[in-house]
């Protein structure tokens, strides 16, 4: 919440749009002079509720295209298509490959895993494009072409469906997602220590800030810290009581499970604070994951109850404080919030529990085993995710991925030069490595295209609207976006997918891959397109 510079971008389309639906639209030309006479285009531009409601329009109709119509424009590969049986081109330009060239222009396929590129500031978006460049379009095929682990044996970006094979970038940002866990929390010690150790030491809301926002909040009663200490000791208690009755977990691993998520709230926090991007999850789960796997290797369902813990405290916390900064921008008052926010909390867990005990227990619905909000940990490699089973790292039979954990040492190393260089040259300021690295891990279940195109938006979108009259209209656009999308994504899979009323079958659907690339998809055998691999 504190400092002022913790500003949380996400935020910003959702208070903008608040602002448009409640604020008076008439200007102060108006205001003074009566209506006047004004172009179509300056009434658009000048009355937001106007703008909101065209934007979002235009985005409902053209959503069909990519989302009903014709699919193949949420993975266009268009330079593959020209050559479409060249088995290096595919790899390299395919949209599930490394994604040169290739677009997407689906909204969903976008922004579903790091939202929105329009509210993400300039200087996060350059850091993220050269981790982009570098880690896939640079490392991942060098890794590929140097064969490191028989990678050239499958297609560069995904992985077969064997636990045991890795493709060239789920080598590369598995090392990746191990960096970014110690990289943030030296990057934070080095750049943030002293404000970290300055706000605990501050207990005055009223001395936190000198930004409008903090003072005019300070007017309101502050919420003690012992309210949120006994909401957090009694949830606690709950679940030691349930874990250990149930022996679904014990209770000492019930607070090894806490403590990681109490280690990376705050410097993930800190990252999607000043970045916008709150998606910062994919170490923290990697890394439960990790540990979940080496204590019960035999044992799913103690697995999942540890990773549940430890990766949904994590990211209920972070989303809790975006909620509180969002208040916090909307001036209102922190007691009623946190009222509000508790009584949701119990509300909703107290219906999701009572639903599932419903149909799994009294009307005895069953699943597949480790069927959960999470990926089953042996299905992470074959739902494409950049991690492979995480119980290969302490398998016997598999000691090549252990030597995946000196990325943590690397990850840890990056951030001190750039700390050094930063007290001669300002730009090194700016270098920001733990948000590189927590990108790029995302790949490859998020195409390289679809990252190329995130950032080709967002830095188009920094570069042509820079001028400060015109941010709040960007994040006015944001939230006009997705809500148009979102109303075209209930008519398609509402009435359309309950009545099966789909489109009739065209090239526009791009056949059986849809993206017309079908040589950079892992259901493709590639050794007959090269020499014999010497082996791993």
Known sequence: MWPPGQIWPANFPSIALLRTLHED????????????????????????????????????????????????????????MIKPNNYVLTQVTGISGLGIGSLTFGWLEITFFLGSPLVVPRWALVNIAVGFVLITWII????????????????????????????????????????????????????HGNDWWKQLRTTSLAKKGNDLHCRLISLYPDVPDWWFAIISVVSLIVILVVAQVSQMLPWYNVLFAFLIAIVFVLPFGMVASITGQIVQNQGVYFLGAVIASALWASDQSKMLTFLTISYTMYCQTIQLVSDMKLAHYMKLPPRSLFLVQASTCLICSSFSISIQYYFYVVQGYSTRPGATQFPSLYDLTNVGSAIANPINFFDSSTPRNRQLLWSLLIGALLPVPFWLASRRWKWCRHVHIPLMLAIVSWIPLMDAGGLFTWLLIGLLTVTLFSKACWKRHIYLMS????????????????????????????????GATGDGCPLSWPNIVFTQFLAPSPGP
């Open 25 to 80: 639209q008439t200007v102060f030309k108006e205001s003074v002079y009566g209506d006047a006479k004004r172009t179509l285009r300056e009434k658009l531009i000048s009355n937001r509720l106007v703008f909101y409601f065209v934007v979002m329009i235009l985005q409902f109709v053209y959503s069909w295209f990519p989302n009903y119509i014709m699919p193949i424009l949420g993975s266009f590969s268009w330079i593959c």
């Open 140 to 191: 991942t095929p060098i890794v590929y072409f140097k064969d490191v682990w028989g990678t050239r044996s499958y297609a560069i970006a995904q992985t077969t469906q064997s636990t045991t094979n890795w493709s060239a970038i789920s080598v590369v940002t598995t090392a990746t997602t191990f960096a970014s866990l110690s990289s943030v929390l030296v990057h934070m010690l080095l750049h």
């Open 479 to 510: 939230s006009a976006l997705d809500a148009g999308f979102y109303l075209c994504l209930m008519v398609i899979g509402g009435p359309l997918a309950y009545y099966h009323i789909g489109f009739p079958s065209w090239w526009g659907f791009g």
